[in-house]
């Protein structure tokens, strides 16, 4: 278990280099099996983990340039743990239920190189070797996205590299700064998160470092209103593109909020708590009325997720236990719900090559498979009692309505939104009867696309059921980085706020 973070991390990698000599005919059989591997080493992760440990595990630690304080420095804690099984889950049902064949090769392999970056990002320790992966992440996007997407795939897939990469400079900047002062009051360099966490930093120097790295996770979120590049990404972008996109590459926006934001800088964070909650109910609710108004079930989903990412936003900023464990949980439940939705769109372009909604009606009649598997997704999207979309919207609205109720309950109201909109789209796609010929003919789900979705079917019932396992060891992470911000804080209206925030109950 020595190097088990590096297995996990390079393992796709060096499969995706050898891919390249496996011949056509085999290498969808290859990237499934390389896929089921990398999975099966993230459970066995999971397996070997020990629950009862806040800290760091399986860390991994050799000075790279040592008179920089650079070095290779891996680590997984509760916070990240389940982020890396969604990352391989993910690229393994997005590979078994892969349908294109135009240079099918290159794609998969461009996918086994993506997956080592997602996985990468959220296991690395060194904060110049997270930058590298988070970087790296875009070339192998913009690729699958430029090669294989549709008409406006070029502009799409280049639209998607400006954004982020622009606002990731800015956090390069902020990086090597923080190097910079970690030196100034220590004598060495270092770019060591760990040892970041125990300086504390001026009150300015916070507000510009933090705007900094908010940047880069605001437009990878993406938050509004820096989210126009991703309904856009996703339209274009095809069904592989758009699951990865959805399910793994929005959260590493998200989980920079929690890894880096609110532990280095505590008293910044607390002086936005606000103006960012504002922008997570623009999010919500704007996101909301937008995919209502839209006819293309993908754009739908594009805008849903925006929306739901408000949430996640939105209990992130909570600052206490239970909304920031809801945001993270919040983080998978979406992953595997989103991933399965832009999955099923896909499955009904490959049969009709059209995403508009008034192309169908009455698929309940003419797919019942395919119609019983989306509205078990669809429920899980709006946040249905016993359905894993529930308890991480549920949490995370519960955070902060210690903080703001008036706040939580706009929030609150994206949930009724959804339901409108998603159910909107149900009714318009699968019921009534069958008014295009073209739909009596369709073909239900195949084994291969059974096999991929089933998955997610399950995982969405069992952990709205039974999340506890999850959440327990995502919360006692959570509660020693929320100790580690009352510890840095330099406020005592900061404490005070986090104090009191943290005050009443615990998550169960």
């Known amino acids: 278990m020595d190097h ?3 297995l996990i991390i390079f393992f796709p990698f060096v499969a995706g280099l050898l891919g390249f000599l496996v011949n056509k005919e085999s290498i969808r059989s290859y990237g499934v099996v390389i896929a089921g591997i990398e999975f099966l080493l993230s459970i066995g992760l ?15 630690f050799s000075a790279l340039i040592p008179s920089f304080g650079m070095s290779y420095y891996l680590g997984v804690d509760g916070i990240s743990l389940f982020l890396v099984v969604l990352s391989t889950f993910t690229v393994l049902v997005s590979l078994i239920a892969l349908n294109i064949d135009n240079d099918v090769k290159n794609l998969i392999i461009a996918v086994l190189f993506l997956e080592m970056t997602m996985v990468a990002v959220f296991l690395c320790l060194d904060v110049i070797l997270f930058y590298a992966f988070w970087e790296l992440s875009l070339v192998p996007m913009l690729y699958i996205i430029g090669a294989w997407g549709s008409a406006n795939r070029v502009y799409a897939a280049i639209k998607f590299f400006l954004y982020t990469f622009a606002g990731s400079v ?12 970690y030196f100034q009051a220590t004598g060495v360099w270092s770019f060591s998160l760990p040892d ?4 504390q930093l001026p009150f300015n120097v916070q507000l510009w470092l933090f705007g900094a790295f908010f940047l880069a996770f605001a437009i990878k979120v993406p938050m509004f209103p820096f989210h126009t590049w991703l309904p856009y990404a996703h339209g274009q972008a095809p069904t592989i593109g758009s699951v990865i996109l959805a399910a793994v ?10 890894r880096f934001s609110l532990p280095l800088f505590p008293d910044a964070t607390v002086y936005f708590v606000y103006p960012i909650a504002i922008i997570a109910v623009i999010m919500v609710i704007y996101a909301a009325m937008v995919a209502y108004a839209q006819e293309d079930m993908k754009q739908v989903i594009a805008y849903s997720s925006i929306s739901h990412m408000g949430i ?31 999955m099923l769109v896909g499955v009904i372009y490959d049969r009709r090559h059209t995403k508009l909604m008034s192309e169908f009606g009455g698929l309940a009649t003419v797919m019942p498979n395919f119609a019983t598997v989306y509205g078990i997704m669809l429920m899980a999207s709006v946040g249905l009692p016993l359905t894993i979309g529930f308890v991480g919207e549920f949490l995370s609205l519960a955070g902060f309505y210690r903080v703001d109720w008036l706040v939580t309950m706009l929030a ?26 073209e739909n009596r003919t369709l073909k239900d789900l195949n084994a291969k696309e059974l096999f991929a979705l089933v998955p997610m079917v399950a995982l969405v019932i069992a952990l709205g059921v ?33 104090i009191n925030a943290n005050s009443i109950g615990e998550v169960q």
């Open 4 to 6: 088990m973070l590096s």
């Open 46 to 60: 999971w397996i070997a983990f020990d629950t009862a440990n806040a800290g760091y595990q399986f860390v991994e």
């Open 170 to 181: 800015l956090m390069l900047v902020g990086i090597l700064y923080l190097g910079y002062l």
């Open 196 to 199: 970041w966490y125990l300086v």
């Open 249 to 258: 590459l929005l959260k590493m926006g998200s989980y920079g909020f929690v």
């Open 312 to 342: 996640v936003v939105l209990g992130t900023f909570a600052l206490n236990a239970e909304g920031i464990t809801g945001s993270i949980f919040l983080m998978l439940s979406h992953g595997i719900v989103s991933g399965a939705l832009f």
């Open 412 to 437: 609150g109201s994206g949930i009724i939104l959804g339901a409108v909109y998603m159910l909107s789209l149900y009714k318009k796609s699968f019921f009534g009867v069958v008014t295009k010929e």
């Open 466 to 498: 039974y999340p506890k396992p999850v959440l327990d060891t995502i919360d006692i992470s959570v509660k020693k980085m929320i100790v580690l911000m009352e510890a840095k804080a330099i406020h005592v209206e900061t404490k005070a706020f986090l």
